[in-house]
T-cell receptor, first 115, second 116 residues
Framework: DAGVIQSPRHEVTEMGQEVTLRCKPI?????LFWYRQTMMRGLELLIY????????DSGMPEDRFSAKMPNASFSTLKIQPSEPRDSAVYFC?????????????FGPGTRLTVT | AQKVTQAQTEISVVEKEDVTLDCVYE???????LFWYKQPPSGELVFLIR??????QNEISGRYSWNFQKSTSSFNFTITASQVVDSAVYFC?????????????FGAGTTVTVRA
């Protein structure tokens, strides 16, 4: 079975440009999570969806960040405009059901570099 | 406040040595779940194990074993007879069930280097 798929794997962009990260969760999973990983802050949850509905976006750093999940098999995380401090690895994860007991399966991540 | 503490930043061992990774968590909930994830140099996060708060039975999976002790709020992970392929960053995580809060709180990670 295919795992969580993320694209692109690497993204290099200039400050001020719009960046869109994409995620396809595991088929049948109804919860989707976006994380950011940096050396300074470790793994941080940005937002999560349940049945395509955003449940908690309190981790989104600022209004430059937005996320959508138009259907059960696709989600995007957009940064507009991007800044150098957004450079990080962004992970998407999905879980089978909503709930604390369900493990999350992570995608390979997108390494974003903003110059 | 840090919910998950992994006090060991880095551990370096020689192949075939055992290595134990410490994880201490903090929660007020009676129902919670603990996880370990592995992040090899390739970067992906790999789920290893889930343990619920009602099950203190230790678990063994091949060379991996986990020791869960509620009395000390610890969920330690041991790799027996380590191999070079075990080199990775290992994360402990806590998920609390109360109030529909199912966000994972990750520790800072422990980098394990296994030398041949």
């Amino acid at each position: 079975d295919a795992g969580v798929i993320q694209s692109p794997r690497h993204e290099v962009t200039e400050m001020g440009q719009e960046v869109t990260l994409r995620c396809k969760p595991i088929s049948g999973h109804n919860s989707l999570f976006w994380y950011r990983q940096t050396m300074m802050r470790g793994l941080e949850l940005l937002i999560y969806f349940n049945n395509n509905v955003p449940i908690d976006d309190s981790g989104m750093p600022e209004d430059r960040f937005s996320a959508k999940m138009p259907n059960a098999s696709f989600s995007t995380l957009k940064i507009q405009p991007s800044e150098p401090r957004d450079s990080a690895v962004y992970f998407c994860a999905s879980s089978q059901r909503t709930g604390a007991s369900y493990e999350q399966y992570f995608g390979p991540g997108t390494r974003l570099t903003v110059t | 406040a840090q919910k998950v503490t992994q006090a060991q930043t880095e551990i370096s061992v020689v192949e075939k040595e055992d290595v134990t990774l410490d994880c201490v968590y903090e929660t007020r909930d009676t129902t919670y779940y603990l996880f370990w994830y592995k992040q090899p140099p390739s970067g992906e996060l790999v789920f290893l194990i889930r343990r619920n708060s009602f099950d203190e039975q230790n678990e063994i999976s091949g060379r991996y074993s986990w020791n869960f002790q509620k009395s000390t709020s610890s969920f330690n992970f041991t790799i027996t007879a380590s191999q070079v392929v075990d080199s990775a960053v290992y994360f402990c995580a806590l998920s609390e069930a109360q109030g529909n809060d199912y966000k994972l709180s990750f520790g800072a990670g422990t980098t394990v280097t296994v030398r041949a």
